[in-house]
T-cell receptor
Framework: GENVEQHPSTLSVQEGDSAVIKCTYS??????FPWYKQELGKGPQLIID?????GEKKDQRIAVTLNKTAKHFSLHITETQPEDSAVYFC?????????????FGRGTSLIVHP | DGGITQSPKYLFRKEGQNVTLSCEQN?????MYWYRQDPGQGLRLIYY???????QKGDIAEGYSVSREKKESFPLTVTSAQKNPTAFYLC????????????FGSGTQLSVL
């Protein structure tokens, strides 16, 4: 099955700095790569996703890059703000029997210091 | 408001007791999922269901059971066979035919007395 590794487990930055979270996956069949943000005591929410036919996608201060050959993808957050503090999960999935069953990384706790 | 609702928010289980976690969605989604979250472990799949009256085991199904009698509901029972049930449980739903995005509930924290 799919295996997703995520690094770092904890990331501490100053407000205004950039933050980068990296993930690798093992199954070349995976073709959908979402990122979820989880605030304390809440369920995760999708913040950005990318498909295997695209190398980069941006949405305001966040961007995701994908290198299919190396089987790794990254989340980039620029101009970080205290409200970006949360746990971020990457995932990899592919269609199987009409469903996408994502495999999640272990999460990165991002702390943005004012 | 459309969404996915989990209840209760906190639940306590006594030794040898079965407990049931509720998950309801009004998004008209076909697929529903249960994940277990432990500190530093990420999200691990317990069970998922693609349609009513059908469900599949995930990576850590032992000690859990589910049912899917209605499209809107996917309750999870933590049985006494689950020896380490303390965790944060997340329910999610999706409409995979059109969108792979998962919508999560706000979770249930289960603790053992």
């Amino acid at each position: 099955g799919e295996n997703v590794e995520q690094h770092p487990s904890t990331l501490s930055v100053q407000e205004g700095d950039s933050a980068v979270i990296k993930c690798t996956y093992s199954d070349s069949a995976s073709n959908y790569f979402p990122w979820y943000k989880q605030e304390l005591g809440k369920g995760p929410q999708l913040i950005i996703d990318i498909r295997s036919n695209v190398g980069e996608k941006k949405d305001q201060r966040i961007a995701v890059t994908l290198n299919k050959t190396a089987k790794h993808f990254s989340l980039h957050i620029t101009e970080t703000q205290p409200e970006d503090s949360a746990v971020y999960f990457c995932a990899a999935s592919y269609a199987s029997g009409g469903s996408y069953i994502p495999t999640f990384g272990r999460g990165t706790s991002l702390i943005v210091h004012p | 408001d459309g969404g996915i609702t989990q209840s209760p928010k906190y639940l306590f289980r006594k030794e040898g007791q079965n407990v049931t976690l509720s998950c309801e969605q009004n998004l008209n989604h076909d697929a529903m999922y249960w994940y277990r979250q432990d500190p530093g472990q990420g999200l691990r799949l317990i069970y998922y269901s693609q349609i009513v009256n059908d469900f599949q085991k995930g990576d850590i199904a032992e000690g859990y059971s589910v049912s899917r009698e209605k499209k809107e509901s996917f309750p999870l029972t933590v049985t006494s066979a689950q020896k380490n049930p303390t965790a944060f449980y997340l329910c999610a739903s999706s409409r995979p035919a059109t969108n792979e995005k998962l919508f999560f509930g706000s979770g249930t924290q289960l603790s053992v007395l």
